[in-house]
């Protein structure tokens, strides 16, 4: 069975990947998705092995990063319903609004460290199977370089800003599905302000962690 450990460190190499690249080029709202993934992740490899701050974990530069970067080409909103579930309906707009912007913090604090990992790899890029007129879509790619080749798959949706990613699923686990059951663990123990002041609580604990490098 495939550790859950092995899982999230490529978790966060995807995260970081999608929200790196970004800082090289933007992309216009005609870029198909696939031509979206390809351009970030590959900017974003090359960005990572030139900066040597990334590559040592510096987390502020990293969460500053993102800040800037992913916000456009990522819906954090329905990431987070999604996670939610039924819960998310019973959320006030002002907790549906913490739960994301704490949600996105967890991601990028607890994944930023996988970045460092960006040494020898490369990233095959799958054809896409879709039809023209799709709104949802899953562009897969494969991670080669260190041990076995990893799957790597984004789900996009196609909105009136350009696609954007809310999903991804990295050997065989959704993104979403590792987070809905701890969350409604949270929620049914302790109620949608428990949940919220569990991500609070987590972030601090990481915004003073160390880098581990």
Do not use: C, H
């Amino acid at each position: 069975m495939k550790s859950f450990k092995r899982i999230s460190k490529y978790l966060g190499m995807t995260l970081l990947l999608v929200s790196g690249a970004l800082f090289a080029q933007v992309p216009d709202q005609a870029t198909p998705p696939d031509a979206l993934i390809k351009m970030v992740v590959t900017d974003v490899m090359a960005s990572v092995k030139a900066d040597p701050e990334i590559q040592k974990g510096n987390i502020p530069k990293i969460v500053d990063l993102v800040e800037k970067k992913i916000v456009p080409y990522a819906d954090m909103r329905r990431t987070t319903e999604m996670a939610m579930g039924p819960n998310w309906k019973k959320a006030t707009p002002e907790q549906q609004a913490q739960l994301t912007s704490e949600f996105k913090g967890l991601l990028i604090r607890t994944y930023s460290g996988a970045l460092s990992q960006l040494r020898d790899q490369t990233v095959q890029f799958k054809a896409l199977r879709a039809a023209p007129d799709d709104k949802d879509v899953v562009v897969k790619t494969v991670v080669l370089g260190r041990g076995d080749p990893v799957p790597l798959d984004y789900r996009l949706e196609k909105t009136d800003k350009g696609w954007k990613v809310y999903d991804m699923n990295i050997m065989g686990v959704w993104l979403v599905e590792a987070y809905r059951n701890q969350f409604s663990n949270q929620i049914s123990q302790n109620g949608i302000e428990g949940l919220v002041k569990f991500l609070q609580d987590r972030n601090k604990q990481l915004a003073t962690a160390k880098p581990a490098n």
